[in-house]
């Protein structure tokens, strides 16, 4: 998942990249709306991503945050999300008040803040910005690291009784990680970022391992846990908890069974997101909630209620009415390997248009690969951002992997869904995928075809 901005990215994201220079945009102050503000953060800094903790560690102490509740931090591959979305709904259901910060965020900015399953005000969201551009001096901070240390202002004005943090890109030196967790949860553990975190899985687990602290838990929910995570845990005193080690899970496709350090429980009802691996998702949350359990407790009710209502938007999210049509921010091929388990297990469609869009820099060949035995037809979009990938480069690595099906460009990732619409009969399914940019112009182009029907209706 991207720490950048989710509709503009206006500023180099790679490391061996010139930045571009911006007009200067002056700080909107006290009474800026939140598109100023927006707008402010996004030219502070060089570059949209740069790894390190020094700026906002530096900006922090002048803060003085201290979160005085338990901080649950979320890092991973993929998963996270769904990891955060969890915990979040199990908390929720068990009467806590809680903050979840998430990135990056798909039509509103608000969606990564939020205070008990609400989006933050934007009024709230702008106060928080005010507050740290006054405290940052002359230190660039990122789009990121500005929004993360407003996030946790937010949080704490609020008097939650836990906060979720997830982390935006690797973790040892992600903006997150300048707070102290009191129970780290790794998702998943795959190729991915590259560029900032390495190109083993061994360097990446050693990036996310960087969220652990000495003498707290970590749950890992990877099956094939890289040693260096391993050795890092053992180095630190971490109570580690492995995924078919310490705890594991069983269903039949009806109900399934958690078993972890702390008891077991059976019956419980599949989570809301569709998925098999969410069953590690879910096992991973339950075992963090359950090391926090003389904190939170959390009743077997509240477990079962909070799995049923978790909803996290473009994790194989299936929009109600017909033709069927699915959104999914899958934008690596580990992430693409599931959404193409997924779409076998949904059973036969007499087509499947795929609404497709990437970032260059992204594995688009592997991503291809992993899903084009489910596709009949490929709706190619431009993503007209920095870093994003035109529907001519999309075009070559669909006939690299001889993807079979017709091919189609599109100036975006809204004309492309608006195609697929008017030409999928109400048998096929369309899906919209590849990354967050792209579903979240799909959903905007559905919203206002909505907002004419209703208009005319």
């Not at 006054?134 to 836990?162: C, H, N, Q, S, W």
């Not at 407790?297 to 049509?325: A, K, N, W, Y």
């Not at 699915?326 to 059973?347: F, W, Y």
Request: glycine residues 10%.
């Amino acid at each position: 998942m991207s720490s950048g901005p989710s509709q503009t990215l206006l500023r180099t994201a790679g490391p061996n990249e010139a930045p571009i220079d911006l007009s200067a945009v002056p700080c909107p102050g006290e009474h800026g709306s939140l598109a100023e503000w927006l707008m402010y953060l996004e030219q502070l800094h060089p570059k949209t991503i740069a790894m390190g903790l020094e700026r906002v560690a530096r900006v922090l102490s002048r803060l003085a945050l201290r979160p005085n509740c338990p901080i649950f931090t979320v890092g991973g591959t993929n998963g996270k999300g769904s990891i955060c979305g969890m915990l979040e709904s199990m908390l929720h259901a068990s009467g806590y008040r809680v903050g979840l910060y998430t990135s990056p965020h798909l039509l509103r900015y608000n969606e990564r803040v939020r205070i008990a399953r609400v989006p933050a005000t934007n009024a709230e969201l702008c106060r928080a910005f005010a507050e740290v551009e006054r405290a940052r001096g002359e230190t660039p901070l990122t789009y990121f690291e500005f929004g993360t240390l407003a996030a946790m202002i937010v949080f704490l004005r609020a008097r939650l009784d836990a906060v979720i943090l997830e982390v935006g890109l690797g973790g040892r030196l992600d903006a997150v990680n300048a707070f102290d967790c009191d129970v780290a949860v790794i998702s998943s553990i795959d190729l991915d970022h590259m560029d900032y975190l390495g190109d083993t899985r061994g360097k990446i687990a050693f990036e996310k391992a960087g969220i652990f602290r000495h003498g707290k838990p970590a749950v890992v929910a990877e099956p094939d846990c890289p040693k260096p995570m391993i050795d890092h845990a053992d180095e630190l005193g971490v109570r580690l908890l492995l995924i078919n080690r310490d705890f594991d899970c069983s269903g039949n496709g009806i109900q399934w069974r958690y078993r972890g350090p702390r008891g077991t429980r059976g019956g419980l009802p599949y989570p809301a997101l569709r998925g098999e691996h969410q069953l590690l998702n879910a096992s991973a949350a339950i075992t963090a909630l359950d090391e926090l359990r003389d904190q939170l407790p959390v009743s077997m009710l509240d477990i079962r209620r909070g799995l049923l209502e978790t909803d996290v938007p473009g994790r194989f999210q299936v929009l109600p009415g017909r033709p069927t049509v699915i959104l999914d921010v899958a934008h690596n091929p580990h992430a693409a390997q599931s959404l193409a388990a997924n779409l076998e297990r949904m059973g036969p469609f007499r087509e499947t248009i795929a609404v497709f869009g990437m970032l260059r820099d992204k594995d688009i060949a592997g991503v291809v690969a992993a899903v084009k035995g489910q596709i009949t037809r490929w709706l190619l979009a431009d993503i007209r951002e920095h870093r994003g990938a035109t529907a001519a480069q999309l075009r070559e690595a669909l006939e690299a992997a001889g993807a079979a099906g017709g091919i189609t460009a599109f100036e975006s990732a809204g004309a492309a869904f608006s195609e697929a619409c008017r030409t999928a009969s109400v048998n096929d399914r369309i899906l919209v995928f590849g990354s967050f940019l792209t579903v979240a112009q799909a959903l905007r182009e559905r919203n206002r075809n909505d907002a004419k029907e209703r208009a005319s209706g």
